[in-house]
């Protein structure tokens, strides 16, 4: 017998209207907006042709389910279930603030503040739990798992510190993990290629 091989598909969800104002989003509900639905449509179609899934997880969250259903539709997947362990971190206070409106209200020294945000190291151990029942779950299987940029980012850093000591994830990027006997790789990070012919 080979070695049990999964493979994990993080996807961040498509760009909403908070993104494009650059407001902080946290769990604050936030759909879609139309350039996010055409981003998610563009990553289906890229998805279909570049090797079969087979499952899709989602956050609980509406951009990320949105997200989700627009690739299930495509790929005739139907989404498997929905995770709230890969929601986006808990911004607390800061939610649907920018940072001009934190510098205004808590000065530059915000970050600094008890405003009620989720601990990264909580954030990343929500994600890390997550991947670790996965790979028990759907071994041997190709999983994709639509999600949000500091889930994502902060799980990398958990996982793979020394390769990740910094993240950035784009909408509906693609960031490819394989697990073999319990170690981690990462083969393909924040690629957005499916967005280079798609006019914003």
């Not at 070695?3 to 760009?15: A, K, M, P, S, W």
């Not at 902080?24 to 890229?46: V, Y």
């Not at 607390?92 to 970050?111: M, N, P, Y």
């Amino acid at each position: 017998m080979g070695e049990l091989l999964t493979t994990v598909g993080f996807i961040r969800h498509g760009i909403t209207e908070w993104n494009e104002l650059k407001r902080a989003q946290g769990i604050s509900d936030i759909p879609l907006n139309q350039t996010g639905k055409k981003q998610a449509l563009a990553l289906a179609n890229r998805l279909s042709v570049e090797g079969k899934w087979d499952v899709i997880i989602t956050s609980d969250l509406s951009r990320a389910k949105e997200t989700a259903q627009i690739i299930s539709d495509q790929l005739d997947l139907p989404i498997s279930g929905y995770d709230k362990r890969i929601r986006e971190i808990n911004c607390g206070e800061i939610e649907g603030t920018t940072e001009e409106e934190r510098l205004q209200k808590w000065g530059c020294t915000w970050r600094k503040l008890e405003l009620g945000m989720e601990k990264f190291t909580d954030v990343s151990k929500r994600g890390s739990d997550f991947l670790e029942e996965a790979v028990i779950t759907y071994k041997d299987k190709r999983v994709l798992v639509v999600s949000h940029g500091a889930l994502i980012g902060l799980t990398l850093r958990r996982l793979l510190p020394e390769k990740f000591t910094s993240t950035l994830i784009d909408n509906t990027s693609v960031t490819i993990l394989e697990n073999i006997e319990n170690q981690w790789d990462c083969t393909l990070y924040n690629c957005t290629k499916h967005l280079e012919e798609f006019i914003q």
